[in-house]
Each structure stands twice: as C-alpha cells, then as structure tokens.
C-alpha cells in the first residue's frame, strides 16, 4: 500500500507561486506513475500533471502547460508541483495520486489506486 501526504498549499495573491509536495511511502516507486489533480467546488476533479518515476517522462494538461511545472527526487521519495503566475481560477484542492501501471489514460482521475488527503490552493484576486 502506498501513502501519500501532500504539503505546501495555502493562500497566494494572483500572480504568485507556490509549490507543492507529495511524499510517498510504503512502496518502491521506481516504475510508478504519479499524478497531480486539483478540484474545484462544485467541479469534477482535473488532471494536472503526471510523470512516470523510473522514466521521468512528464505530462501535462494543455491548459496549465507553461505555468505548472512537476519533478521528484528519488532520494525523498517525493514529487513536487511548481506553480506559477497563479490565477483566481487556480483555486482548488490539489491531490497527489500514484498508479503501478502507466496507462495511456494517465489524465483520468479513475487510473490511479493510491490518494493522498489534498492540499488547499487558494489564490486570491
């Protein structure tokens, strides 16, 4: 069973950044596909970002693209969202997800086993 704890979310003026944390454990994650998802009230949960651990091939939704930016340090066993040039829209709760299997469905939230508890990204205008 994998664990995961997310970390680093808050309140930011638009524009800002902020960068998230994912620390993963019970597992060795070294063919594993991590995933960010954010959620909106009253919206279904979006695909992010993505990467494959032992490939280090990233993904990304085509919106967030140039703004979002994930890496991982083997070492800590943890994946990070950069987040930048922050926007109203932004605000969301922002969850790691982890699978053993890639998947060419890696931007649907149903491909990932593992969850953490989410981290509040709040961005204010």
């Known amino acids: 069973q994998v664990q995961l704890v997310e970390s680093g979310g808050g309140l930011v003026q638009a524009g800002g950044s902020l960068r998230l944390s994912c620390v993963a454990s019970?597992?060795?994650?070294?063919?594993?596909?991590m995933g960010w998802f954010r959620q909106a009230p009253g919206k279904v949960r979006e695909f992010v970002a993505g990467i494959r651990w032992g490939v280090g091939s990233t993904y990304y939704s085509d919106s967030l693209k140039g703004r979002f930016s994930m890496s991982n340090d083997n070492a800590k066993s943890t994946v990070y969202l950069q987040m930048s040039s922050l926007e109203p829209e932004d605000t969301a709760v922002y969850y790691c997800?982890?699978?053993?299997?890639?998947?060419?469905?890696?931007?649907?939230?149903?491909?990932?086993?593992?969850w953490g508890q989410g981290t509040q990204v709040t961005v204010s205008s």
């Open positions: 997800a982890a699978t053993p299997y890639y998947r060419d469905t890696y931007y649907l939230s149903g491909s990932y086993e593992h």
């Open positions: 019970g597992r060795t994650l070294s063919n594993y596909v």
